[in-house]
């Protein structure tokens, strides 16, 4: 059948996906180096920016107070990170899809009350106080879909309204009082606030992705080569995953040199790992990006499109949830002030500053994590030079301004270079 | 308008029949009560003027709109398609005009949308092995399977949204302009993958402007105009009577064209 092509068949011995003539293949570690200049160039930013931003935030911070960069000051920073970077893997989840979830922050400060009042105030036992706000969280996730689903109602406006309706309810069960303070000596409270990992265990974690990185890559390369397709470089797979686990070493080893790292950042990229897993491995997340890029294509292909925003809304409000019981754990206390302020577009920022766009269809939980340690670096930099919240708010309002930009203008590039 | 066609030891049973079909778009009749049979192991050509409804009767069997009234039938069974799920599980194809890929995603998600391989552990090499299969027997020229649909030429997604509907195994493939954007080769192939999916057995719809084409292939030519049945051809009718069903009258712009080039000869020669 390729009779009207002859270099087709010259090219009979090469890989299955490598006889187009045309294209360049960028094997090596010069070829590696160029696809990614190539990549970066035509707006394809992904990690970059983070990167960038985090290198320059710790070397102003450092400069303006070296306490910044001191081994405990940062293990504080990872305790911070957990709670606001569980919200935002809910948000990634929404954004993938060209939604957006504004009521994450009061959802937390809704769960952080139930913690409370249920726990504190009517002494039921812990777990069923969490179970009940995680629940909670799902059904008012299911509620937004639903609106979204049935009622056409977009979900930026039924999310603004829940914001003011979740705030509602958390002044209304918190009651008169407004707040409630939590047991200090609880499991729960010291999760949030001093359990961090022994040595042992924070080195053998840090080892743990390097290792699947090559195990994986290994089996991989087996099955692409037995099915003749091209395979990765080996000097690539193998120099990533010493990069990645000398670089987790050694921040493992730093943070060591303080009190250690926090059980509950730990948490967070356990999730990370499972979302990312689930957003790249899996149908279900292969249908989020796939509405999220083209949703009547989606539709046409046969994806349940209705039980694709349905899923990611509840997860989002779920995970907003659960960053509420951390959050009320790291302040030992159920309060009105709880969720409110700059949790909510902190949680978005961190997203977008992670690299997913807010027009849907890119992006990967990984951008949670990192965004979320670039925010909470601002913050904690700020607070260090005692500046007070004004200042941090406008701050934090303009690093938000430049990812959007930033992701704005990088989508018009991909535009352009055909990489939508 | 002869219903007989030729010779084929697998054709016979009907796998699609539709009767009476309308469809409104508000005050707009795109389709005003349409009849029209598939057999298997046969080749059906929709033609048309722009907006006599073709896209519109392929939607609806592809599940995406849902007719105002009617009755489909799918091999001998009512069926109600009220979903583009169900039009695929019942081995409904569709390739549609405007494509319909994920410029997000690469060529095998695409290829794959909603039927991964191993839905909760994805089997992406897999998949690539088969994308570069069903590329191939279309003549393909696709560099990287790997890169973003959205740096595809418009011929190449064109052939991968056909490369999509030969991936379930259908039935019945529907293919809306399939060639209007490919070149020389491709168009070949895809007119040869056209004639073996029927010697296969499988029922074809196709709908294309380019009459040479539609010739080459389709055991029967039904035309819509306006959104009514408007005749039914064999494929050795004569372009004359042809474009005269499509736009409604002897007496036409085509005609007119071509008597003002032959200077009053009524060439009609091409057609047999
Ligand atoms: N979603 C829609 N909403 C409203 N009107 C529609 C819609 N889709 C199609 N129509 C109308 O239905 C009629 C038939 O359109 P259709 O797309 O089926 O034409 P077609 O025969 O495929 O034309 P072409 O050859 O240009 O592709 C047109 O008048 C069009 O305006
Ligand atoms: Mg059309």
Redesign the interface.
């Known amino acids: 059948?390729?009779r009207?092509?002859p270099k087709d068949v010259a090219n009979k011995d090469q890989a299955?996906?490598r006889r187009?003539e045309?294209?360049r293949h960028d094997d090596g570690l010069p070829g590696a180096l160029r696809s990614f200049v190539n990549r970066v160039r035509s707006g394809d930013l992904g990690m970059l920016p983070v990167a960038v931003g985090l290198i320059v935030i710790s070397i102003v911070f450092s400069i303006l107070n070296p306490v910044f960069l001191a081994p405990n000051n940062l293990v504080n920073l990872l305790f911070d990170c957990a709670t606001v970077g569980i919200l935002s893997l809910g948000i990634v989840c929404v954004l993938l899809l060209g939604e957006i979830d504004l009521s994450v922050g009061s959802m937390s400060g809704l769960s952080s009350a139930i913690i409370g009042v249920l726990w504190v105030n009517s002494g039921l036992p812990v777990v069923i106080a969490i179970f009940a706000a995680l629940v909670t969280g799902a059904l008012i996730g299911a509620l937004y879909a639903l609106m979204y689903n049935r009622l056409g109602m977009p979900s930026f406006v039924a999310t603004l309204a829940g914001l003011l309706a979740l705030l509602g309810l958390q002044l209304y069960i918190l009651g008169p009082t407004g707040s409630i303070n939590l047991p200090y000596a609880s499991p729960l409270v010291r999760f949030g606030q001093i359990l961090v990992m022994p040595d042992w265990i924070s080195h053998g974690l840090a080892l743990m992705p390097g290792l699947v990185m090559v195990m994986v890559g290994f089996a991989?390369r087996k099955?692409?080569r037995s099915?003749?397709?091209s395979t990765q470089p080996l000097t690539i797979l193998l120099g990533k995953a010493a990069a990645l686990t000398v670089s987790l070493e050694f921040a493992v080893y730093y943070l060591n040199l303080g009190r250690g790292v926090p059980w509950m950042f730990g948490l967070l990229v356990a999730l990370v790992i499972v979302l990312n897993y689930a957003l790249t491995?899996?149908?279900?997340g292969?249908?989020i990006?796939?509405v999220?890029?083209?949703r009547?294509?989606?539709?046409?292909?046969?994806?349940?499109v209705r039980r694709i925003y349905l899923s990611a809304f509840m997860l989002c409000s779920t995970l907003a949830a659960l960053g509420g019981i951390l959050s009320a754990s790291r302040l030992a206390s159920s309060s009105q002030q709880a969720g409110t302020g700059d949790v909510n577009l902190n949680a978005i920022a961190a997203a977008v500053i992670g690299g997913t766009s807010l027009f849907g269809?890119?992006g990967s939980a990984y951008s949670a994590l990192l965004g979320i340690i670039v925010i909470q670096a601002i913050s904690n930099g700020l607070t260090l030079l005692n500046l007070n919240s004004s200042l941090r708010y406008m701050i934090t309002g303009a690093v938000l301004a430049i990812a959007v930009i930033v992701d704005s203008l990088a989508r018009r590039s991909?535009?352009s270079?055909?990489?939508? | 308008m002869v219903q007989e066609h030729r010779a084929n030891p697998e054709k016979g049973n009907p796998i699609l029949r539709l009767t009476g079909i309308s469809k409104n778009f508000g005050a707009v009749s795109a389709l005003t009560d349409i009849d029209l049979e598939v057999q298997s192991g046969e080749v059906v050509a929709l033609v048309g003027d722009n907006g006599a409804g073709k896209s519109t009767l392929i939607k609806i069997l592809?599940g995406?709109h849902q007719p105002s009234s009617g009755r489909i039938e799918f091999c001998g069974q009512p069926v109600s398609l009220d979903?583009?799920?169900r039009a695929?599980?019942l081995g409904i194809a569709?390739v549609?005009q405007d494509?319909?890929?994920?410029?997000?995603?690469d060529v095998v998600?695409n290829l794959f949308?909603?039927?991964?391989l191993s839905?909760?552990?994805?089997d992406e090499?897999?998949m690539?092995?088969r994308a570069?299969t069903l590329l191939?027997?279309l003549?393909a020229?696709?560099?990287?399977?790997?890169e973003?649909?959205?740096?595809?030429s418009g011929g190449q997604r064109q052939t991968v949204a056909i490369a999509?509907s030969l991936l379930l195994d259908p039935k019945i493939i529907m293919l809306d302009e399939p060639t209007a954007a490919l070149g020389v080769?491709q168009t070949a192939?895809v007119l040869?993958l056209i004639e073996r999916v029927r010697d296969r057995g499988l029922g074809v719809i196709i709908i294309s402007h380019n009459m040479e084409d539609v010739r080459a292939v389709a055991d029967r030519i039904v035309v819509l105009r306006l959104g009514r049945n408007n005749g039914v051809f064999r494929p050795d009718a004569s372009n004359q009577e042809l474009v005269a069903s499509i736009t409604g009258a002897t007496e036409n712009s085509v005609s007119r064209r071509l008597d003002r080039r032959t200077g009053h000869n009524g060439l009609n020669g091409s057609a047999t």
Request: charged letters at 25%.
């Open positions: 059948m390729n009207n092509m299955l996906d187009d045309r294209i991989v099955r692409r099915a003749n397709l491995k899996t149908q279900w292969r249908s990006f796939a999220g890029g083209n009547e294509a989606a539709r046409r292909s046969g994806i349940n269809g890119r991909r535009l270079h055909g990489r939508a | 592809a995406v979903s583009p799920s695929l599980e569709t549609f494509l319909a890929l994920c410029e997000n995603l998600a949308l909603g039927h991964e839905p909760w552990n994805l090499v897999a690539e092995v570069w191939k027997e003549a020229r696709i560099p990287s399977v790997r973003p649909v959205a740096s595809l999509r080769a192939e040869n």
